[in-house]
């Protein structure tokens, strides 16, 4: 696997987790050198791509039926790319210290390489590296089960615990469900859906916290095996980063993020096969980006 996705999959902490070095203590080290200011700089491009791949891969079509036993359990693997624009931020002076000149620092995603920022009296400031990460991706197991009065459920998990010494503690759960609207208006040339779903995710704790929540209305038409999907609907992450400061030991550093609200658009197909179905997905949200996934199930 290339060095750059090894190191996405670091930061989501969701893809090739076990074969990953101690990237998360790295990042706590970086954080604690940075005021709260500067971490929202070096963290900024997180949000979004974060908004745009939790948020996606989530409901794959319109019809729901009635009542009846239905389930599958599968993976769904999202993914986004980064702009070169994300991979710098302006740093703000610290408490101390004044630079002479502007310099422009590695976010999380940037240069490994640190910037050294010369300030008065001969003093210099060493603002921490990225990771040098291109492309942001995540893998979650989901399941869906119904149906009640035309309504199914909808549930994501992952729990890891691989110790201090690698990544920590990672978590994620979502909660959600789908209701059928063509029940209500008899004779539409498509199935009908509205979804909700609500997610949290973790690092290491309180290192990263997100909470998601995304809602839609999904319109399919089922082909013989091929079931075309549109999705319209909006997405909102809320982020917190919460670190110790290296320059004051035991002191934390709290950081909130500005809510990320935007509006998604899905667009993708699923291939139905016998207890197999799969699918893929454009979307258009804080993030484009593209999803694929696998689920077996009835």
């Known amino acids: 696997m290339p060095s750059r996705t090894v ?4 930061l989501v902490a969701l893809v090739a ?15 604690g050198a940075l005021t709260g200011d500067n971490a929202k700089g070096y963290l900024g491009p997180l949000p979004k791509a974060l908004s745009g791949t939790l948020n996606a891969a989530i409901f794959q079509t319109g019809k729901v039926p009635l009542a009846g036993v239905h389930f599958a359990v599968g993976v769904h693997v999202m993914g986004v790319a980064f702009d070169d ?41 060493y603002h921490p590296g990225g990771f040098d990460i291109d492309e942001f991706a995540i893998a979650v197991p ?24 690698d990544l ?8 959600g469900a789908q209701h059928s609207i063509s029940r209500y ?22 290192l990263i916290k997100t909470k998601t929540f995304h809602f839609d209305v999904t319109g399919s038409k089922s082909f013989a095996m091929l079931q075309p999907y549109v999705g319209v609907g909006f997405d909102t992450l809320d982020m917190k980063a919460k670190y110790e400061d290296s320059n004051n030991p035991g002191q934390k550093v709290e950081v909130d993020f500005a809510t990320e609200s935007n509006a998604h ?29 696998l689920s077996f199930g009835l």
Request: hydrophobic share 40%.
């Open 168 to 175: 920590g503690k990672l978590d994620l759960f979502g909660i």
């Open 7 to 10: 190191r996405t999959a670091v």
């Open 17 to 31: 987790a076990c074969a990953v070095s101690p990237a998360v203590a790295q990042l706590q080290d970086n954080l």
């Open 185 to 206: 208006v008899p004779g539409l040339p498509v199935d009908l859906a509205a979804g909700i779903f609500y997610q949290t995710f973790s690092v290491d704790d309180d």
């Open 85 to 125: 624009a994300d991979r710098t931020y302006s740093p703000k002076d610290p408490p101390g210290f004044q630079s002479t000149s502007p310099v422009k620092a590695p976010t999380v995603i940037g240069d490994e390489q640190s910037v050294a920022q010369s300030g008065q009296g001969g003093t210099t400031l």
């Open 142 to 165: 989901q399941a869906t089960i119904g149906s009640v009065l035309g309504t199914r459920a909808t549930v994501r998990w992952l729990s890891l615990d691989i110790g201090n010494s």
């Open 265 to 293: 658009l899905t667009i993708g197909a699923q291939l139905s096969f016998p207890v197999v179905k799969i699918h893929g997905e454009f979307n258009a949200a804080a993030v484009n980006g593209a999803a694929v996934g």
